[in-house]
Every structure is written in C-alpha cells, then in structure tokens.
C-alpha cells in the first residue's frame, strides 16, 4: 500500500476525512510519546503530551502551511507541551500527594503496575528526574533526535549558546549521577 | 579545535555519529588535552550506560488507545463549543449574560488542559514560599553549580568552558531563564489569580 505524504493527509482531514487524521495519528505517535516521554520522565505525562499534541494539531490543520514540514510542527509542539507541564508540575509539589494524585490513580495503570515500572526506572531516568526541565529538554531532544543546536534555540526561544551551554551541562550532570550511581 | 567544541560532542562522539573528520579532531584532541581526556572517561560510560539500559515501554494496547482517545477529547471540544455558541447567542441582553458567567465559572467545568492548576489551593501556599521556587537566584546558583562533584578544580574548569560555549553566541546564558519571567514578576508582584492565569495558558 503507498504511503500517502503528510500534506495530502492534511487536505483529506480539512475535507472531513477522519480515517486520514487516525492515520497522521499512527504514523507520528511514537515519535512524539518518546519526545515526551524523555523531557516528563514518566508515561503518564507523556500520554497527556501525546492527547494534547493531536488534539493542537487537529485544531491548527486549517492553519498548516502545505510546505512546512508537518513532524517539525509537531515536534515543537511536543517540546513546549512537555516543558508547560513540568512547569506547572514545579507548582503542585506544594499540594498533598493524595490530593494530587487522586485522580491520576484513576488512569489505565493500576497503582501495583506503576510501582512495578519505577522499581524498573533506569538510571538514565533516574538521572533525568533530578536536572531542571529545560537541560531535560535539550539532553533528549540532542540526544535522542539529534536536532541540531540552531532548531533547539528556536523551539525554546534562546540563543544558540545558551542552547549549548544548557546540553553540556546536562550531559555533565547526567554522566557525573550515573558515575556516583556505578561506584556506589 | 577547542576544548569547548570538543567537550560537546563527546556524545556523539562515543555514539560514532560524529563524521570521520570531526572523529579524527576529536581523537587527536583527546590525546593531547587532559581535561578532556578525563572528562571524556565520564562521557564514555554514561554512553554505554545508556545503551545497555532498556526503558520501559508501553504496549500494543497503549499504542491502540491513543486515536480513540484523542478522538473523545475533539468531540468534548466540539460538544463545549456547540454549548459556548448557544450561551453566546440565546442570552441578548448583556447584563444576563454576564450572571450565567459568574455561574459558569462556579460550576467548575472540566477542562483538561486545567487539570494540574484545578487542584492547586493558593490561598494555602505562603507566597513566600512559592518564591522560593523561582527566584532568579536560583536560577544563577544553577549556572555556578555546574559540577556534581565538590572537587573545587573540576568546577573552575568547567566554568571557564562553560563561559566559553556561551561566548561563542552574542546573548549570556541568563536569556536561558527569560521564559519563566513573565511568571517571576508574577510572583514578585504577588499575583497569585495572574500566576494561574499564566499557568494555564
Ligand atoms: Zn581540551
């Protein structure tokens, strides 16, 4: 079956098509629950991430430039989303824990299930939890995707040095946890 | 090549996606330059690391339930605007329009993009407190507290490349922090109804 390009699924979706936006769906949601998934550290975050990036995507189509490129879009989307939520995660760690998860344990994962997963966090993850949400950013988005350093200043509206700066940081907290971590 | 352009491509370096000519500066660097060289031991083995280590991941049944419920959260949308758009249009008079808002709004309406800020009781967080959290000190002791390690040296010469990489661009590493300061004056004004208001958008 041919593959149809991103831009002809948009011009379906705007002329009502909803199997065409199901199928932008498939095509990009790993991609972008990874993204998520490496800059909020954990599955839940990262599925809010996922809805609300489709969900910004559905509502701006109308406004997508044919020849932009439609994953870059997302992908900034996905970032910034990601960063927002860590923002405002930074508030609710004043509030109860029962309070703040109440409704959180209500999702698909059973509360057994999660415990499970973290006993399983990788040090890498481990590592992720402790850096301030932007180096998480930049180390995931560097190196995971290998976006290069001039389109992560863009999406996070900061110099290119700057950029830099925050990734060498990151890698150097990151390598220096993993280090403590391996020699007890 | 400099130590500061060295240093950030060590990942990618130790990953082999670096091209053979920055592979060959890197290498030579490495065995000329000490504080690269031992920084680039820490590199290495967070590079492994990462490579033996495998994430969780979700299943099949997480990758199938993501259309659906995306679809459900567009058709909430829709179902709310169709509500917006009759409250707009049915209520002529200004003056009863605006008794159904003050209504609306004490009814509490769910709204998922709200959902974090929903719980969050202001009134019981001392501002002071909240403050805390974002002063811009702490956002510079960040910059200064680059090292893991209390070693004073290593700090010092990370420093100095740090000072370097930021150098190489016209703005200060500060600019990095510029995004949250709508919310930082925010907070120094003490506006907890404006600090929502910016959490939510
Ligand atoms: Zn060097």
Redesign the interface.
């Known amino acids: 079956m041919e593959q149809k390009l991103d831009h002809e699924l948009v011009d379906e979706i705007l002329r009502g098509n ?1 199997q065409s936006f ?1 199928q932008l ?2 095509r990009y ?2 991609r972008i ?1 990874w993204t998520a ?1 490496r800059i909020v550290n954990s ?1 839940e975050d990262a ?1 809010d991430v ?3 990036v ?2 910004k995507m ?2 701006g189509l109308k406004y997508f430039r044919g020849d932009s490129n439609l994953f870059t879009w997302l992908y900034r989307i996905t970032v910034n989303d990601s960063l927002n ?1 860590l ?9 109860p824990y029962e ?2 998860f109440e ?1 959180k344990m209500q999702t ?1 994962e059973s509360a057994h299930d999660k415990v499970i ?1 973290q006993e ?6 481990r590592a992720i939890e402790k850096l ?1 949400p ?1 180096q998480r950013a930049v180390f995931s988005m ?2 995971f995707n ?1 976006t290069p350093f001039e389109e992560m200043a863009k999406i ?14 990151a ?10 971590e ?1 020699t007890g | 090549m400099k130590c ?1 352009d060295v ?2 491509m ?3 370096y130790f990953r082999g ?1 670096t091209s053979e000519a920055s592979s060959g500066n890197i290498s030579e660097h490495l065995n000329t330059c000490s504080s690269c060289k031992a920084e680039s031991i ?2 290495q ?2 590079v492994d ?2 490579r033996k ?4 991941e ?1 299943d099949s049944f ?2 199938n ?3 659906p ?3 459900d ?2 058709e909430q ?1 829709r179902n709310r605007s169709r509500f917006e758009w009759i409250i707009r249009f049915i209520m002529p008079a200004a003056a009863a329009a605006s008794v159904l808002i003050i209504l609306l709004t004490s009814l509490n309406m769910p709204n998922s ?1 709200n ?3 929903d ?3 202001l009134n ?2 001392p501002v002071s ?2 403050s805390e ?1 974002y002063t811009v000190q702490s956002a510079f002791s ?1 910059f200064n507290q ?4 209390s070693s004073g040296n290593e700090e010092s010469a ?1 420093t100095e ?2 000072k370097e ?9 500060v ?2 922090y ?3 300061k709508e ?1 930082l004056d925010l907070i120094s004004q003490e506006n907890e109804t404006a600090i929502v208001a910016a ?1 939510q958008k």
Not at chain 1, 156 to 169: D, E, I, P, R
Not at chain 1, 171 to 180: A, P
Not at chain 2, 146 to 149: A, E, I, K, N, P
């Open positions: 909803n199901n769906v498939k949601q790993e629950y998934r599955h599925d996922v809805q609300n489709f969900l559905y509502e939520l923002r405002k995660k930074r508030f609710l760690q004043f509030i309070e703040y409704d698909s997963r399983y966090q990788t040090s890498l993850e301030p932007k560097r190196y290998e996070l509206k900061k110099s290119v040095g700057g950029t830099k700066a925050n990734y060498f940081q890698v150097k907290k990151i390598s220096g946890m993993m280090r403590k391996l | 500061s240093v950030i060590l990942p990618e996606k820490h590199v083995a967070m690391l990462i280590e495998k994430a969780w979700p997480y990758w339930s993501i259309i419920k995306v679809q959260r567009i949308r993009d959902r974090y800020t719980n969050l009781n019981s967080i407190e909240l959290y960040e680059l090292s893991l390690d990370d490349i740090l990489i930021v150098a190489q661009d016209d703005n200060n590493i600019s990095s510029f995004d949250d919310i959490l």
